[in-house]
Structure formats: structure tokens, C-alpha cells
């Protein structure tokens, strides 16, 4: 049992940055895979950034490649999503999201994912 919630979001104008946090309660293993979703209105989930614990892969959608970094903190037991250079595209809320298992070819999809965060919001303006 995972239970996750999620801090940071804010307003900021384009090309600036924002940290979001993502509090973890429950054990982690290293099996475990965190991710950050995103969601804007009218728009399906959408996967952003996400890490396999024990290896440390992370993997990025290719419109964030390079503009936003993904780390867990274990000894915080906090997941991170360090975003930069934003754009007004990516206006949304954010999750974070975990899954006691997880593979290369599912982990950026939220289907994949039974424990999310509240979710919180993000808004960028030109």
C-alpha cells in the first residue's frame, strides 16, 4: 500500500521553473516505479517523467526531454519532478503516481499505475 501526496505547484511565467514534491508513506522496494503525470482540461492523462527505483532508469516523454529531471529522495522517501524552461503547454495538474512493479514499455503509462496522489497544479502563462 502506497499512499502519495503531492506539493509545489504554482503559477510562473514562461522560461521559469518550478520543484514539485511528491511525499511517499508505505515501504518502498526496489521493484517500485514512481512516475509524474499530467493532465490538462479536456486532455487524457498524459505520462511525463518516470524512475524505476531499484536501477534508477528514469525515462522522459520526449516533450520534456531535457527541460525537466526526475529523482527520489529514499532517505526522504520523497519523489521530485525538477521542472524548467516552461512552456505555456505545459499547463496542467500533476500526479505522481507508484506501482510496486513496473517495465520499460509501461512505465510512462498511467493505465499502468493503482496509487496516485491528489495531484496538484501547474500554470504557466506567456
Known amino acids: 500500500q502506497l499512499l502519495l501526496a503531492e506539493s509545489g505547484g504554482g503559477s510562473v511565467q514562461a522560461g521559469g521553473s518550478l520543484r514539485l514534491s511528491c511525499a511517499v508513506s508505505?515501504?518502498?522496494?526496489?521493484?517500485?516505479?514512481f512516475g509524474w503525470f499530467r493532465q490538462a482540461p479536456g486532455k487524457e492523462r498524459e505520462g511525463v517523467a518516470a524512475?524505476?527505483?531499484?536501477?534508477?532508469?528514469?525515462f522522459y516523454a520526449p516533450f520534456v526531454q531535457g527541460r525537466f529531471t526526475i529523482s527520489l529522495d529514499n532517505a526522504k522517501k520523497t519523489l521530485y519532478l525538477q521542472m524548467s524552461s516552461l512552456k505555456p503547454e505545459d499547463t496542467a495538474k500533476y500526479y505522481c503516481?507508484?506501482?510496486?512493479?513496473?517495465?520499460?514499455?509501461?512505465?510512462?503509462?498511467?493505465?499502468?499505475?493503482?496509487?496516485w496522489g491528489q495531484g496538484t497544479q501547474v500554470a504557466v502563462s506567456s
Open positions: 503516481a507508484g506501482e510496486p512493479t513496473g517495465s520499460p514499455s509501461t512505465i510512462l503509462s498511467p493505465r499502468f499505475y493503482n496509487y
Open positions: 508505505g515501504d518502498i522496494h526496489p521493484s517500485y516505479c
Open positions: 524512475l524505476n527505483f531499484g536501477s534508477s532508469s528514469t
